[in-house]
């Protein structure tokens, strides 16, 4: 007997892959979308007659308490003893005692169900306001952390993706004896051991970085052994812990499975493994917390597999095509056919479960552009349709010329499979672009600020534009309305151009009448010259926002944006 059967094969991927989807669908929450701030008890910026037992901070969904990501601060910036809870949709901060007359600052940082920490802060007084105040400042992540948190996702999805897709390649793709090219099996288990390797390093790293992330921490965090105590208990970390699993199985059975030909199992035993290690990328993050869960977990899971056999197979091929390879020509042309075949149906595959992804996680197209989310997906997007291009030229132009039906004329033989090898080399490259792109969004929220009676999107967008020196500071304001408000900004030069400032705007917002604040906001950074912020407007009024931007070492340029707020 030969090598087993492509349907007994395909039909333990089938199971291990139906098995990993049913894991996922389990584990799942209720569906629900990222944590949004319903309101606070008591109002910010209100003055109350007696000091309240209790301050509550509402959301529309189950949060998690971050280990000392809220604080309340008396007038002199003096902290104030607490207890802080999280009950049902509710953040519980109970202080040890009575609170004496004077403005309160409270600072607080959750977790919301797709893992992504939301933060805020809010004053309050008790009596009469305070002579003078700290300011309300939110702890935020470094730049430095974020940005190697999605770096470390990256690489965790492209480790995955390399192992599961190089293995589905090797078992069902791939047309070469078990004893030819022995140079190409080779090669095929270097590339799987250092994909696993990258994988398994990026999974051990995210123990700490997700608990710093959420804390608002910097690199600093993760030499501290109670970051990684805390990531140990984290759901991500069990997610990892199932990846794992998954990836050393894989990668350590692969080549016998390779070798026995007269056995299914160990091809089921890998391909299952594979299954599972894609399937823990989708235990956590955002399809968690969007419903139906039955839709969007499948539809997360289908895309995560489609993406990983297109990337494990376009690498497959490029090897196969090398000359040093030595691969059989005639075996080679039909391991390209083989995946021209099924490349199809995975772009198919990709492009429906993207579509539901996108729909159900933005929820509208005006999302795509009115959120940073949704424009790194467009980025995701126009990749995909590249990678698409290139793809549609080898199945058609080069393929054909590789199996000798190629158009008169056109390439034959070994120039086309020196063509088609070129190609697909950029395909490969195109697609790791996409995986750092997926990296990034992992890391990004997704909110979408609605309107809380109807759930539909808010009112238009307040958009104000104020000289910065010599340049321009563009800003949007949605939904203008009283309670939470996204705040994006972007900052021109005098030639149009994103400007960078020296450091991060510092924002402040006051409202004229009655006289409130300033209070601080953070400010993050999501591309070149913009910046977004969560801002928590309690009262109708003319509201104000002072941006600071430090363009240079002496100039400091401040740029103020009315905002009309309605109730």
Partial sequence: MGRPSVLRRVVAVVVGAAAAVLLAILASGPAAAHAVLVGTDPQDGIVLDAPPDALTITFNEPVQVVPGGTTVLAADGSPVDVDVAAVDDALVVTPAATLDDGTYVVSWRVVSLDTHPVAGAFTFSVGAPSATSVEARVAEPTAALVAVRALDQAAVYAGTFLVAGLAAFELLVLHVSPGAAPVLRRRLQRVRGGASAVAAMGLVLAVPLTPAWQAGAGLGALADPATWAAG??????????????????????????????????????????????????????????????????????????????????????????????????????????????????????????????????????????????????????????????????????????????????????????????????????????????????????????????????????????????????????TPGQVGVNALEIELLD???????????????????????????????????GTYEATLDLPMAGDWTLHVSVRTSKYENPIAEIPVEVSS
Avoid: M
Wanted: net charge positive; charged share 15%.
């Fill in 494 to 528: 005098a030639d149009g151009q994103p400007l960078e400032p020296v450091a991060v705007p510092e924002l402040t917002t006051t409202l004229a009448d009655p006289a409130l604040g300033p209070f601080a906001r953070p400010l993050t950074r999501t591309g070149t």
């Fill in 232 to 477: 140990l208990a984290t759901d991500s970390t069990l997610a990892g812990a199932l990846g794992l699993t998954g990836l050393l199985a894989a990668t350590l059975l692969a080549p016998r499975a390779a070798r026995e030909t007269r056995a299914a199992w160990p091809a089921g035993v890998v391909l299952g493994a594979s299954a599972l290690a894609l399937a823990s990328l989708v235990l956590v993050g955002h399809t968690r917390t969007y419903g139906p869960p039955w839709l969007v977990v499948t539809a997360d899971a289908l895309h995560v597999v489609a993406g990983a056999v297109w990337l494990g197979g376009v690498l497959g091929l490029a090897l196969v095509l090398a000359p040093s390879a030595h691969v059989d020509p005639r075996r080679a042309a039909i391991t390209v056919a083989r995946f021209s075949a099924l490349g199809g149906w995975v772009v198919l595959a990709l492009a429906v479960t993207g579509t539901v992804l996108g729909w159900r996680v933005l929820g509208s197209l005006d999302a795509l552009v009115s959120t940073a989310y949704g424009r790194s997906l467009l980025v995701k997007v126009g990749l995909a349709v590249c990678l698409v291009g290139v793809a549609a030229w080898n199945r058609y132009r080069l393929v054909p010329a590789v199996r000798g039906r190629g158009p008169a004329g056109g390439p034959t033989g070994a120039t086309a499979r020196r063509r088609l090898g070129r190609t697909v080399t950029a395909e490969a490259v195109l697609l790791a672009v996409v995986l750092a792109v997926t990296g990034l969004l992992v890391s990004r929220s997704p909110v979408v600020v609605t309107d809380a009676d109807t759930g539909e999107p808010a009112a238009p967008a307040v958009e104000v534009v104020d000289e910065l020196g010599d340049g321009t500071l563009r800003a949007r304001v």
